[in-house]
């Protein structure tokens, strides 16, 4: 299983002027944008599992925890699509550096 940091972060813009903006970059947003990228050209079935994988991130607060299938998803859509930039780099990094975790089941009492 795998941990995404899914907390905002803010970088800095510069604006006409040459002033920094900060803007916060909403990473549940921008994940989402990705896996449904239409440059994936996903068929119906791909959008309905990643539709299920997009509700579980929207739901979480500060962190998600990922089966390996679902994480396997998001890589290889941050994997395809094209146009990132530096002001990715915190978002990629979170992606790709994924925290692989360990979780025991609970024994029933």
């Known amino acids: 299983m795998r941990k995404v940091n899914l907390e905002p ?15 916060t970059v909403d990473v549940k947003d921008w994940i989402a944008n990705v896996i449904f990228h239409p440059d994936l050209k996903l068929n119906g079935r791909e959008v309905i599992q990643r539709g299920k994988l997009s509700e579980k991130i929207e739901k979480a607060d500060k962190e998600v925890i990922l089966e390996e299938v679902e994480y396997q998803k998001i890589k290889e859509a941050f994997d395809s699509v094209k146009g990132f930039s530096k002001m990715h780099i915190e978002l990629l990094e979170r992606v790709f550096g994924a925290q692989m975790i360990e979780v025991e089941e609970k024994k029933k009492k």
């Open 9 to 23: 972060y803010t970088i800095l813009i510069p604006d006409t002027s040459g002033k920094d903006t900060p803007i």
